[in-house]
């Protein structure tokens, strides 16, 4: 099937789970019938299913039949890591685009995170501090994560939390080019100044200590020779 008849094919099986009014979770109409309401042969249908099963839209279980999906913006992630590795191996400091959408979304929710902060959620997220400081540096990547996704999970907003977790991990598998971590007690300590602020419910003083949090990082990514830098003429 041609690429520009496949996508129409997709676009009208989402437009159909709309129509139908369909929830996530919720089973698809049998291929027979799909096939008759989209007046397309048996493998275009077949095909058109699995492109929309790789992203999410729908659930593809076999033995039991297709589901509505939910869509997950993990479903993105394969395609932000090759994009971001292919940027990185021109240029490193491609780094930053990562951390500036990372640094935008967390600073620009932090405020609202003042307001919805309790005493539960600041014993959390010391709990992972600690695990931060780990001289050995054993849990300071799992740790990093859980705070960045706990710190917002209060608001309630899925789609900013997806959007955190699907960066954080992009950059995680591509942050190798930075050389060694930071000091662990410094991440524990840059950490600990956002809780700070959020225990004295002073919102101007949050956003700058998440914005100084990717400070080290970028100082890092800037610090980064170019390829052709190393060239010699």
Do not use: C
């Not at 094919?9 to 979770?25: C, Y």
């Not at 989209?38 to 699995?50: I, M, T």
């Not at 076999?62 to 940027?87: C, D, E, I, K, N």
């Not at 709990?127 to 608001?155: C, Q, V, W, Y």
């Amino acid at each position: 099937m041609a690429p520009g008849i496949r996508e129409q094919l997709e676009d009208r099986i989402t437009e159909l789970i709309f129509e139908m009014d369909l929830a996530p979770g919720a089973a698809m109409p049998p291929e027979a019938q799909l096939i008759e309401r989209l007046g397309a042969g048996r493998n275009s249908v077949r095909e058109a299913l699995r492109a929309l099963h790789t992203r999410g839209i729908v659930d593809i279980r076999h033995g039991y039949g297709t589901f509505v999906g939910s869509a997950p913006l993990a479903t993105m992630a394969p395609g932000l890591l090759y994009r971001t590795r292919q940027s990185v191996r021109a240029d490193p400091g491609a780094l930053r685009d990562l951390v500036a959408v990372r640094r935008a979304i967390e600073s620009g929710l932090i405020t609202d995170v003042v307001e919805q902060a309790d005493e539960r959620l600041f014993d959390r997220l010391d709990a992972e501090i600690k695990a931060m400081s780990d001289p050995n540096g054993n849990d300071t990547a799992d740790a990093d994560r859980h705070f960045h996704l706990m710190l917002f999970e209060s608001l309630g907003n899925n789609l900013a939390t997806q959007l955190i977790e699907l960066f954080w991990d992009a950059f995680q598998r591509v942050r190798a080019d930075l050389g060694p971590d930071s000091d662990p007690g410094d991440i524990a300590h840059w950490h600990g100044d956002i809780v700070d602020a959020l225990r004295a419910r002073d919102a101007d003083a949050a956003r700058r200590a998440v914005v100084d949090h990717f400070d080290d990082v970028e100082s890092r990514i800037a610090a980064l020779p170019r390829p052709d830098e190393g060239a010699t003429t």
